[in-house]
């Protein structure tokens, strides 16, 4: 299989599958009126509703036990990072088929899901990737939030559109196409400069300032140069 670039040793053609389960998620998330506090981002059921063979399926859920957990940077200032983390576990789920996919749904939320007249598939071993942004102030976790729930909250306070464009974006990055990434993440910067503000002790306003805090954008960047 021809994996392109990809990402820390995953291949692009399974770094963008993973992404459009994600996003088949958070757009299940936002028009059933779920929080979707903390469902895992990518599932095998997902995973075979966008179209991924058997064999790719596999190959995803290989290379995640091999490379998860794992870790990425999104911001640095001084002692303070935010770091993507990414877990593979193994575990039950509960599942609800809307429009033609497997949405993951959290316990608290399964009465909601019943009311509106939808059956829940229950599944006791299944393959479920997690990611979580957490704040790390020297050595303590401060922060820790589902990046499905951080984009829903994303796109309630501005439209699904950015956050769509911003996902499109990650996945063409993903294949060495990194023009469009940096716009889009000072995009949502802006959208959150308020909130932000209360939270990072410096909120970037450019493009060149977004890439001095972010390791992880900085890192992707220079992998495009030959």
């Keep these: 299989m021809s994996g392109g670039r990809g990402f820390r040793g995953v291949p692009a053609i ?15 998330c936002l028009e059933l009126g779920l929080d979707c506090r903390d469902v895992p981002a990518v599932t095998s059921r997902l995973l075979y ?3 991924c063979y058997q064999y ?17 940077t999104l911001y640095r200032w001084g002692s303070l990072r935010f770091v993507l983390r990414v877990v593979h576990v193994i575990g039950p789920l509960h599942e609800v088929v809307y429009n033609g996919v497997h949405l993951p749904v959290d316990e608290d939320e399964l009465g909601k899901v019943e009311r509106e007249g939808f059956e829940i598939e229950f599944a006791p071993k299944s393959h479920q990737l997690f990611v979580h942004l957490e704040g790390v102030h020297g050595e303590r976790v401060i922060l820790n939030l ?3 729930r951080l984009l829903v909250l994303a796109a309630l306070s501005s439209s699904r559109g950015v956050v769509r464009e911003f996902l499109d974006c990650i996945k063409e990055a993903a294949w060495g196409r990194v023009e469009c990434l940096l716009p889009q993440a000072l995009r949502l910067v802006s ?19 977004l890439e001095r805090v972010s390791p ?7 992998r495009r140069r030959p």
């Design 216 to 222: 992880l954008l900085r890192h992707l960047r220079i």
């Design 191 to 209: 959208r959150w400069r308020g909130v932000l503000s209360f939270i990072l002790p410096h909120t970037p306003r450019g493009e060149e300032d």
């Design 56 to 72: 790719r399926v596999r190959r995803f859920w290989s290379l995640a036990r091999k490379l998860t957990p794992v870790e990425a």
């Design 146 to 148: 589902n990046v499905v």
């Design 14 to 28: 399974l770094v963008e599958a993973g992404i459009e389960a994600a996003k088949r998620v958070v757009i299940g």
């Design 49 to 51: 509703d966008i179209g």
